[in-house]
């Protein structure tokens, strides 16, 4: 999906305040006491965030921390008490040709370097895992925890039996699309051509293609988890009744609350509930803004056609990357930053409530999209973390369900997919 860093995040945080640990810190006793709550409980989840991106050394980067450091870096997972993270082998649009597929290949073989790389240096205390097993092993040990993931099946050019070097490499959680239709399936965002100033349409495959079905049997019999996050409706429903095993939308939030369509819809959620999924919720600001604010969409889309993108599309950040000056870019960025407005907590944990109220607590998680444009006031990176324990501790969530959202839905899944001939799904009735 197209990420971005919003531009004036760190000038609202300042605005608005610090974390929402420091609100709370020595104001009554009954603060004191709910932070102690929420710290012991935090301290005994293993805390899983379902999906962030890889960032590579040396090579800039606009998604980074003020710091310039990864926001999922060891050092601030161990602060906020972040166990594990899914870090995913994920690139953008390339052309579908020989020399796009190439390209995206070494793009992930080098995210893959990176973290490798990252775990071998042994002041950062991680490990790769490649089972539940060694997960809680990890914990046990007290090592943070990374967990390698796939998105966007660019990367497989038209070679289903690519799956099994990926999987052999450690990959765990299989994404098969990103912004735009591939060889597999179709996303729920489609790319513009600037050139010919056409869209994709909204279906090339009318789902999954014939390799989209073919991955899911083999990701299943590898025992993968199956990540439906940016397929389109009708391929992520395939998907759910192809596969032996539930599913996980690794970063994804509500439509019915944020009319997006990289969000899910309440048929996908539903869906995802029978059959025994989890939607992790990401702290992303362009999936968690009021999109019926009809002002909103009228100033956002009068900044659209300012800079030079005519096209009338709803998602606000679309198509940032067809303005070819980087000081139009920028200011596109930032001025549609600005129109979102502050947005914290509060307005993500209320798509956690959605998802919680809708299917139950066994089907929500956290997967923060962090390294390619996530950040909110209150959870602005992985340190901030156990600000999200308090919040949901206010909100009247038990210590279960809080351990559940933190990586224990998260861990089910993973166990499933290991064991696939113990856990077919329901399919959906004809």
Request: glycine fraction near 8%; charge should be negative; hydrophobic fraction near 40%.
């Amino acid at each position: 999906m197209p990420r971005l860093l919003v531009p004036l995040l760190i000038l609202i945080i300042s605005q608005v305040g610090c974390s929402l640990e420091s609100k709370i810190e020595g104001s009554t006793d009954q603060n004191a006491n709910l932070m102690a709550q929420a710290q012991a409980i935090h301290t005994s989840a293993l805390t899983i965030d379902a999906h962030a991106d890889i960032e590579i050394p040396g090579k800039p980067s606009m998604y980074v921390g003020s710091d310039g450091l990864s926001k999922v870096s060891p050092q601030k997972m161990q602060k906020g008490g972040l166990n594990a993270v899914v870090m995913s082998l994920a690139v953008g649009p390339m052309p579908r040709n020989v020399e796009g597929y190439a390209a995206a290949k070494a793009l992930a073989q080098t995210k893959l370097a990176a973290v490798n790389a990252l775990a071998a240096d042994p002041a950062n205390n991680t490990v790769i895992v490649k089972s539940t097993t060694e997960l809680s092993a990890a914990h046990t040990e007290g090592k943070s925890a990374l967990i390698l993931g796939f998105q966007n099946a660019l990367i497989l050019g038209k070679d289903v039996g690519a799956v099994d070097s990926l999987y052999n490499s450690g990959a765990r959680v299989f994404a098969l699309t990103h912004m735009g239709h591939n060889d597999f399936a179709d996303s729920s965002r489609t790319l513009f051509d600037g050139d010919t100033g056409t869209r994709e349409p909204d279906a090339e495959h009318g789902g999954l293609s014939a390799l989209g079905k073919a991955a899911v049997a083999k990701i299943n019999a590898l025992g993968g988890i199956m990540d439906i996050s940016q397929l389109s409706t009708e391929a992520a429903m395939q998907v759910m009744a192809l596969s032996s095993t539930p599913v996980i939308a690794s970063h994804s939030n509500v439509r019915a609350l944020t009319s997006v369509s990289r969000n899910l819809s309440d048929p996908e959620i539903d869906r995802i509930g029978e059959t025994g999924g989890v939607i992790h919720i990401a702290p992303f600001r362009g999936y968690l803004f009021d999109s019926a604010d009809p002002d909103m969409d009228t100033n956002i889309r009068a900044v659209r056609k300012e800079s030079g993108i005519e096209e009338d599309y709803l998602y606000p950040f679309e198509l940032y990357w067809e303005i070819d000056d980087p000081a139009i870019r920028k200011d596109f960025l930032t001025r549609t930053s600005a129109l979102l407005g502050p947005i914290g907590l509060d307005e993500m944990l209320d798509h956690v409530d959605y998802i919680a109220q809708r299917i139950g607590v066994d089907h929500v998680g956290i997967g923060t999209d962090f390294n390619h444009g996530s950040g909110i006031i209150g959870f602005n990176d992985a340190s901030e973390a156990l600000n999200v324990t308090v919040e949901l501790l206010k909100r009247g969530y038990t210590k279960d369900d809080i351990i559940k959202i933190w990586g224990g839905n998260f861990i089910r899944v993973w166990r499933a997919a290991e064991k696939p001939s113990e856990a077919r799904m329901p399919k959906p009735q004809e």
